[in-house]
């Protein structure tokens, strides 16, 4: 199946109910509908997507290159092998996508092209009511839910960040974000200009290089990365040995875990040492006279922003062909025909690209109602990252940055489904997130600690995002290797949990 084979199922009614509501068909909400599919068979459950298709992030990004910059034995789910490089495309991960949906017939439950603008809460009824534009006619349509699972990831799909520099009506070219690159573009044979220095900026520049005229890679700072080889030799050799791909998937994924662990702890415990192999790494593809230390040489500790993963050095490649270049410089403004750096230096450009970032939506710009009042999720305390307090019967996937995200879209698909046993048990249509006596006067601290995290974009919305305290039960730790033990033994029968 490929990813636009599967198309939206118009709804026949304009009011359903549904046991779960996803909202969401990217990695994480494919994932919810397996589990419910799997683990919780007697569910009755819809997903609703904005877009006509699944795949969330790797539908909507079109631009060259666009890639995975983790592995898929992690970033795949742990149920579905995978069977490929560790690196992937866009499209390699749309067709993974896909095959999971078609082996368990999961487009049934999937109504594409409906976009939520509300959902209010009743406690009258224990019901969520949620309000979508469908797309094909303009209706709004209305459904009931008992549980809303929140996957529809951390940005808004239909715009990047782009910040405001002076002169940028004076530039006589295009200017274009990543997120909604034009399919038409055309940069062949011109000087293109790529502001940003992560994942994006160093997919976009080899992945254009050679059809340029020339790609200056301009960055404010610079970043870590790890250049290496888009292969695992685990994975190679079990294959040699006739392994079964399941056992290969289980065996890869956990050798993965262990060397990622393993990397981590050095890297907070010994960063320095950490800081010059990745450095090292660099140096091996640039050579001892390209100045490292001003272009690939970032202030920050190692992991306190995500490391990229470069699948065969391709952009250090793109520089030593003398079809890239790396200029660290500030801005000062746009002018006719390029950049003016704060040095007086100007960069000559047809087309600049801000791979600048995301714009951070908590909880896709929907507008939540609890009982009648509007529901600022900022008022809130999260529990680990996926409930919050006050907020009844929502669960929300917010995976990790430092692993892959999937692996807690598995973890909180076996909690949902752990959940959904325990409540029908105990016969409560309801659960709440409350903190427990002694809690409620602890600080309440931004999501996350800029110290242990701080990429742009949640620097620019924590205002927006749910409070923490400081203990692990009431924040979202990104820890997954703690949490792989922690979230299935967390005790659903805690006073943290208030059920109806
Ligand atoms: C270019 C890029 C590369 C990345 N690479 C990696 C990587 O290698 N490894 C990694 O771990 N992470 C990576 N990430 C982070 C990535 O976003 C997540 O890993 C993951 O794909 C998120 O999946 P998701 O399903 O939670 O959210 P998304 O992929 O964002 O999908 C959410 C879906 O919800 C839908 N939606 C949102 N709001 C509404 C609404 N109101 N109504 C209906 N539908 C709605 C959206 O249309 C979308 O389809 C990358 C991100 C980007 C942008």
Known sequence: MTATATLSKPAAQTSQHFDVLIVGAGISGIGGAWHLKHQSPETSFVVLETQESFGGTWLTHKYPGIRSDSDLYTFGYRFKPWVGAPIASAEEILKYMGEVIADDHLDDHIRYGHAIKSAKWSSADNTWTVEAVRKADGETVTFTTNFLWMCQGYYRHSEGYTPEWEGMSDFKGQIIHPQTWPEDLNYTGKKVIVIGSGATAATVVPAIAADCEHVTLLQRSPTYFIPGR???ELANTLRELEIDETWVHEIVRRKVLFDQAAFTKRAIEDS?????ELLGGVRAFLGPDFDVDTHFTPKYRPWRQRIAFVPNGDLFQGINSGKASV????IDRFVENGILLKSGKVVEGDIIVTATGFNLNVLGDIEFEIDGKALDFADTVTFRGMMFTGVPNLIWVFGYFRASWTLRADLIGDFMARLLKHMKAKGAKRITPALRPGEENLPRLPWMDPENFN????MRGMHLLPKRLNSPDWQHTQD???????IPAIDLDDVAFDYK
């Open 230 to 232: 888009n292969e695992n």
């Open 272 to 276: 320095d040492v950490v800081r010059e």
């Open 327 to 330: 200029v660290t410089d500030e």
């Open 455 to 458: 990429p742009g974009y949640l």
């Open 480 to 486: 997954y290797w703690a949490e792989k033990d922690e």
